[in-house]
């Protein structure tokens, strides 16, 4: 077990003292990193500098909180209304719901329905493709089922309809699986970038995850070093990418700690099948 920890564990702790590491010492290194090699916040400070990076920041977040709302949302209202006893032709609705894990439209036909949308270039475009994931309504559909019928028929002898049940019942006796689709979505909007490459041309509506493509895929960080000598551009530059991992992914590993107590509960309560 602790072999399979060190193994996970080391890429982001080589990326952490990396990022923390004196370029032209970095260079020179040859062995396992198990040190920042020197100290220097040089390369933070130009990432920081970078106007992209913030606003590849604010677009992530409000992807994340956006995105994240509506999906809990609209997977809340299906996975009720497809849990409830009586209701007509679940079964078919259930049959077209789960054929999409199998066979979509493909890339092409859902770029000329996003076009035909007119929601190109907009920031609908990275938060209505993907409203509801099948497999976490399934999830929450299976939890949803489980919560037992007295309750909701208790609620409507009080004069309670469907829109009272579920936000003052349903919602609140299922904490720990709404805060694991809070997890799956938010990690979801954070760590996209393929809706972003295919339907954003304007730069200020870029995600982080696409500029973070552009520094470490097209090596685009030019734009951070004007200020760099140019003896040493080349050394800084691995550095830049360390640091730019860093400052993308620490946000979102922070999110963890606060809904780890409910991740194994709600997978389970979501996942049960009787």
């Known amino acids: 077990m602790l072999v399979l920890v060190v193994i996970t ?20 290194h040859r062995s396992l990193l198990l040190a920042p090699t020197g100290f220097s916040l040089e390369s933070y400070k130009l990432v920081f500098e970078n106007p992209m990076i ?26 009720y209304a497809l ?13 077209g719901i789960v054929f999409t894990m199998f066979f979509s ?7 000329l329905n996003m076009k ?15 409203a509801i994931s099948t497999w976490n309504l399934l999830v929450m559909r299976t939890s949803f089922a489980g919560i037992p019928v007295a309750l909701e028929e208790s609620a409507r002898i ?26 799956f979505y938010g990690v979801g909007h954070w760590n996209s970038y393929m809706d972003a490459l295919i339907y954003l041309r304007n730069r200020d509506l870029y995600p982080l995850q696409l500029v973070l493509q552009e520094i470490l895929i097209t090596n685009s960080t030019d734009s951070m070093m004007s ?46 099948k009787e």
């Open 9 to 28: 564990l080391y890429p982001f702790l080589y990326v952490l003292f990396a990022s923390f590491s004196n370029p032209a010492d970095l260079i020179q």
């Open 54 to 79: 913030s606003i590849g920041y604010v677009n992530t977040l409000i992807y994340v909180l956006a995105g994240t709302a509506l999906n809990l949302a609209m997977t809340s209202f299906a996975a």
């Open 83 to 95: 849990s409830r006893k009586g209701v007509k032709f679940v079964g078919p609705v259930m049959f």
């Open 105 to 111: 439209g493909g890339l092409i036909p859902t770029y």
């Open 116 to 130: 035909n949308l007119g929601l190109l270039d907009s920031r609908w475009a990275m938060i209505l493709p993907s």
């Open 158 to 183: 009080d004069g309670a309809n469907d829109f009272r049940i579920l936000f003052r019942i349903f919602i609140p006796v299922s904490l720990p699986i709404m805060a694991v689709m809070t997890l």
């Open 227 to 272: 200020t760099v000598a140019d003896v040493d551009k080349g050394l800084i530059q691995e550095t830049i990418k360390y640091a730019t991992i860093i400052v993308a992914t620490v946000p979102i590993l922070l999110l963890y700690p606060f809904l780890q107590r409910y991740f194994v509960k709600g997978v389970m309560l979501g996942s049960i």
